[in-house]
């Protein structure tokens, strides 16, 4: 799937500097633009393709000028003094290559935590210098956009990429990424929000039609950006690749540039993702500003249009002029000399500090933190070899990451290594063995290879070890990534899973021994029938490079939990009021071909959001129905008290007010949740809905923090769609202060007057 290289940069840097031509950075854009030949401004909305690129990049970008192995670059016009920008992966760390040919440096990056986990930390603080940690790497590795946060909703637990995006609820989403924005461009880089917007399944993600009521796409799916475009002005955004009600997103004018700019006021620029879309002219008449990698077939589109009028200059130029804004902004504009040398230590602590923080304890019967243990036996493949992150785009060239066998054992433990040797013979035979059976499939670089088989040990070694050590620590792992969903499959534990956890804790208990169970999974899965077998189960997401140092601090008690969950995990999978519309179970050469064709899921080319904005708890919390863990759950080592509630609503902010007191007996923080319920009105509501949310800082045993939480006045409204108009209902609004979305501690009251917001009548169902 090689593109054709417009001009080679080469070349164009050899075409005659003529002096009098306007230069970017010294005269106006204006007149830059004004100097501009057509052909050149069709040229520069688009990307400079995928030639030169390694074999593994027909799809996911990577290109080899500049700063190897990042996904794209802008087009260069020397003779005005434009240069070519660089884009670069995101959102876990930067993703460049890390080594390069003739070349003894290395580039690796630092994986930080997967987005689940970092929207886990309920603390945007923690978010925000992450990003600033991040996007030091951006600069000093010479790329000047960094294509993240992503903060597509969790509509469903199977979406591959559910790890890169942070929520079910669109608060925590558009808070984390804010947070995440804000963190990142302090280092005068750009980020990419994407993907704008509904790209909530991989299965046929580059031809799938959303359908989604105007409601449900305000309220839930757009909210986020929303939240993110106003609160962190970033500089770009990313359209997404699905289609809206009918219209690929990056032709959609009502989209890209009604909502987003005329609605929420965004100034900067929208690129398409990665040959998004199908019509080069529409997405520049849509106010899509930049077409990546960019493509022969693009440039002819835009030409054309213009020879037949469906695309005036005009409109050409406004895309134009944003993107000389952004090049003109950018590090290599400004004539950086980067360093190549970012501060990895640094920020090895970085991210393994921020893991402690999006854990999320999910059963403790006194088992943790540990106490008293020197001998630890470790079970599942996955301890030996733990996940730092996911698959495809959101993948980082790290230099190493720490298994859970080596977070222990840095941590002083003895640990029995006796099966390290076969464990990691036994992962790396199957999983060639699972590469053997790609062929020449061009996406075989980027499946998530599956988990390895369980090993069992004999009944012999199980009471030998736990004669022989103090407490068992079994990990269960999950991949996933770009391209592909998850299957049934991958949610449930298998039965080798299954048997190991049975035999491991029946011969450890037997000895009167603990068992704790860790989660290295970077979406949700079936706890609900095994949960009660441990006797502790810790959710460590996919934790970043120093996954098994995190794992351990957490294990020992340095920090205690305070991550809490950021999506409901159901009972069971088909609980999910998305699971009526959602691919389950579809094969990947559904997403190949575009076709529909031996597959058993449901249509694939049409995805009909039937539950509107019944997503998550607000689905669950209608229908009052069991799940294993709420949205917003989390356990900890010491207990917080809630008291003193007070709101108030001044027409414009809504100020809620708590004590948070530790009542336990180790110091901790507490992630603090407000939720309202409105009055009855006109329109349907949900049971709750979170509005704002806050962290306490490190409380000491006996402590407390009064927390302010405040939201605009305005956020109380729900989409009319027969008016157009967000809609605030005059009356008594219950503002509710949970430990979680099931675990309300405290409730207070407050007036709301009547008020209407008209929105322009679009994105409308077909
Ligand atoms: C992904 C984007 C990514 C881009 C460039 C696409 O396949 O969907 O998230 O930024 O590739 O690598």
Same mark, same amino acid.
């Given at each position: 799937m090689k593109r054709l290289l417009l001009i080679p940069a080469a070349l164009l840097s050899l075409i005659a500097c003529n002096n009098a031509d306007p230069q970017l950075g010294k005269a106006s854009i204006d007149q830059v633009l004004k100097a501009m030949t057509l052909e050149e401004k069709a040229h520069f909305v688009i990307g400079m393709g995928m030639a030169g690129s390694d074999g593994n990049s027909a799809v996911v970008g990577a290109t080899q000028d500049i700063v190897p192995g990042a996904a794209g670059t802008t087009y260069p016009i020397p003779r005005l003094g434009i240069p070519s920008i660089v884009l670069a992966d995101g959102p876990a760390g930067l993703r460049i290559n890390p080594t390069r040919p003739d070349d003894p440096n290395t580039y690796y990056c630092t994986h930080f935590p997967i987005g689940t986990l970092l929207s886990s930390t309920w603390n945007q603080e923690l978010v925000e210098s992450v990003g600033t940690a991040m996007g030091e790497e951006v600069h000093e590795y010479g790329a000047d956009v960094y294509l993240a946060p992503a903060l597509n909703i969790h509509r469903h637990p199977l979406n591959g990429r559910n790890f890169e995006y942070y929520s079910e609820d669109p608060v925590v989403a558009g808070k984390t990424a804010a947070a995440y924005v804000r963190g990142v461009q302090k280092n005068d880089v750009g980020t990419s929000v994407k993907h704008f917007a509904y790209n909530n399944q991989e299965t046929n993600r580059t031809g799938n039609n959303a359908v989604i009521s105007p409601r449900a796409q305000r309220e839930i799916y757009l909210k986020g950006f929303e939240i993110t475009v106003k609160e962190a002005d970033p500089w770009t955004i990313m359209s997404s690749y699905n289609k809206i009600n009918g219209t690929y997103t990056s032709q959609s004018k009502d989209l890209i540039t009604t909502v987003l700019r005329d609605e929420w006021g965004f100034k900067g620029l929208v690129m398409t993702d990665w040959f998004g879309g199908d019509n080069g002219a529409e997405q520049m008449a849509a106010g899509n500003d930049m077409l990546q990698p960019g493509t022969a077939l693009q440039y002819e589109q835009i030409m054309n249009a213009i020879q037949d009028g469906s695309l005036t200059e005009a409109q050409l130029d406004i895309c134009v002029k944003r993107c000389l804004e952004l090049v003109a902004r950018s590090p290599k504009a400004k004539g950086y000399a980067y360093s190549n040398k970012p501060d990895l230590k640094a920020h090895a602590t970085v991210t393994r500090q921020s893991a402690l923080e999006g854990m999320v304890l999910l059963e403790n019967k006194g088992v943790l933190p540990l106490k008293d243990v020197k001998n630890v036996a470790v079970f599942g493949c996955t301890s030996y070899d733990f996940i730092a992150g996911g698959t495809g785009s959101g993948n980082v060239n790290r230099a190493y990451t720490v298994s859970l066998l080596d977070g222990l054992k840095n941590a002083g433990f003895q640990v029995d290594e006796s099966k390290k040797d076969a464990v990691l013979k036994h992962i790396a035979d199957e999983e060639a063995a699972f590469k053997a059976t790609l062929g020449d499939n061009s996406l075989a670089a980027f499946y998530p290879v599956p988990r390895p088989s369980e090993l069992q040990p004999t009944a012999a070694e199980l009471t030998a070890s736990a004669r022989a050590n103090d407490v068992a620590i079994i990990t269960f792992g999950r991949n996933s990534g770009e391209f592909f969903d998850r299957t049934s499959a991958d949610f449930h534990l298998n039965a080798g899973e299954r048997k190991l956890l049975e035999s491991v804790t029946k011969a450890f208990h037997a000895a009167g021994k603990k068992v704790v169970v860790v989660l290295n999974i970077g979406g949700v899965i079936e706890t609900a029938s095994w949960? #009660?077998?441990?006797?502790a189960v810790l959710l460590a997401w996919q934790a970043g490079q120093e996954g098994g140092n995190s794992v351990t601090d957490i294990l020992t008690g340095v920090e205690s939990p305070s991550g809490k969950l950021p999506m409901t995990f159901p009972v #069971?999978?088909?609980? +999910? +009021?998305?699971s009526r519309n959602f691919p389950i179970d579809a094969t990947n050469e559904v997403y190949f071909m575009n076709r529909r064709e031996n597959t058993n899921e449901k249509d694939v080319d049409v995805t009909k959001y039937e539950e509107g904005i019944y997503v998550g708890y607000r689905w669950f919390d209608k229908q009052n129905m069991a799940v294993s863990y709420p949205f917003g759950f989390g356990l900890s080592y010491t207990s917080f008290e809630y008291s003193e509630p007070t709101v108030a609503n001044d027409g414009k902010t809504v100020t809620a007010t708590i004590r948070v007191k530790n009542t336990g007996s180790v110091a901790g923080k507490e992630a603090v949740q407000l939720y309202v319920s409105a009055p009855a009105g006109t329109l349907d509501k949900p049971v709750k809905e979170l509005k704002a949310y806050g962290k306490t800082a490190r409380l000491a045993p006996g402590e407390s923090q009064m927390l302010t939480l405040s939201f605009p006045t305005s956020e109380l409204a729900s989409f009319d769609e027969s008016k157009s108009a967000w809609v605030v209902d005059e009356g008594t609004y219950t503002f509710l202060f949970g430990a979680s979305s099931r675990d309300i501690r405290c409730t207070a009251t407050a007036q709301a007057a009547a008020s209407e917001l008209p929105a322009h009548r679009v994105l409308l169902m077909q």
């Open positions: 949960k #009660n077998i441990p006797d #069971n999978l088909m609980d +999910a +009021a998305s």
